[in-house]
């Protein structure tokens, strides 16, 4: 699959770009220091989390992009099954299957140092804590929390060039909207802010499990996740560094859900009905391997998952 155009930007209702302002950074080597203490707690989040859901039921992912899904697959989840998007996983939860996630856009909200605010480069990884699970709140001198329906993410990083065997030691970026639609650092209103961004080392099973919110939908975009793959937490410091950029889709019938009785998201309900799958400039041509596995409800949470193949 050749990579998709790149977001226009002429789509945005963010506003004006400006920048982060942060001079407090402490280096990687602080965050490297408590990377251990993050991921053992974070497990122990999402475990509590999925406990939590166990007695809530589950949400057919059926129907998506309209009736049905891209290139004849078929997509189905239950409360603890296993992503069907890049791979299929056994019960003991080793990838049987998988393919390569396609490369996408960053778009123009990255915070990776790729582009700049009207103060200077937006570089979110420069920043001391930057290495964490919980992504809610932003960090160093910013203080703000974003708000709405709780989200376990998990994703699980294989080798596509190695029968699909788990890929350990990567470091993986994550960065999406919040339930307004709006990008910390860059959006009106939260400039100041960094929340919803965050880095995490795949664990001896190739996962990471971010804690963190499901995003809004804005208009001209499908609900979505953005994330980057580079090699290592020491070399996770610019874009520079990246082996590879793609974007995660949700089940539409989970978006109505969330969108159409959470606090909140009203104007993520309004935009939603008015896009789909097919009329998504990055998902248009496929998103089989990008779409999450997801189960919860609205008032308990959700959890999702992905596998993302790479050929490493």
């Not at 590879?244 to 104007?267: E, H, I, R």
């Amino acid at each position: 699959m050749q990579p998709h155009r790149h977001d226009d930007p002429s789509h945005d209702t963010h506003g004006t770009l400006a920048a982060h302002g942060h001079d407090h950074d402490r280096g990687l080597a602080h965050d490297l220091t408590v990377l251990a203490q993050q991921q053992l707690r974070q497990r122990r989040r999402a475990l509590g989390l999925l406990a939590g859901l166990a007695g809530a039921g589950s949400l057919s992912l059926l129907g998506c992009g309209g009736g049905g899904t891209d290139a004849g697959t078929s997509l189905t989840g239950t409360s603890g099954s296993s992503g069907t998007g890049t791979g299929t996983t056994t019960g003991t939860g080793t990838v049987s299957t998988c393919s390569v996630i396609p490369e996408e856009t960053q778009g123009p909200y990255p915070g990776d140092g790729s582009n700049s605010t009207s103060s200077g480069v937006a570089n979110v990884l420069a920043l001391s804590g930057i290495v964490r699970s919980d992504i809610r709140s932003s960090i160093g001198t910013a203080s703000g929390t974003a708000d709405g329906v709780a989200l376990a993410l998990t994703l699980h990083l294989v080798n596509t060039g190695s029968s699909c065997a788990d890929l350990s030691g990567y470091a993986i970026y994550l960065w999406h909207c919040d339930r307004l639609g709006r990008y910390s650092m860059y959006s009106t209103g939260v400039t100041a802010e960094n929340y919803l961004r965050g880095v995490q080392v795949t664990g001896s099973d190739g996962t990471v499990t971010f804690t963190t919110l499901f995003p809004g939908c804005y208009a001209g975009r499908m609900p979505h996740m953005h994330f980057e793959i580079y090699r290592s937490a020491s070399t996770a410091t610019s874009y520079t560094n990246k082996l590879k950029t793609s974007q995660l889709a949700f089940p539409t019938d989970v978006c109505s859900t969330v969108y159409g009785s959470a606090s909140g998201y009203t104007s993520s309900l309004t935009n939603f009905n008015q896009m789909s799958f097919a009329t998504d400039g990055i998902f248009s041509d496929g998103y089989s391997t990008q779409l999450a596995t997801v189960s919860g409800n609205v008032s308990s949470g959700y959890t999702a998952s992905l596998v993302v193949g790479i050929s490493a």
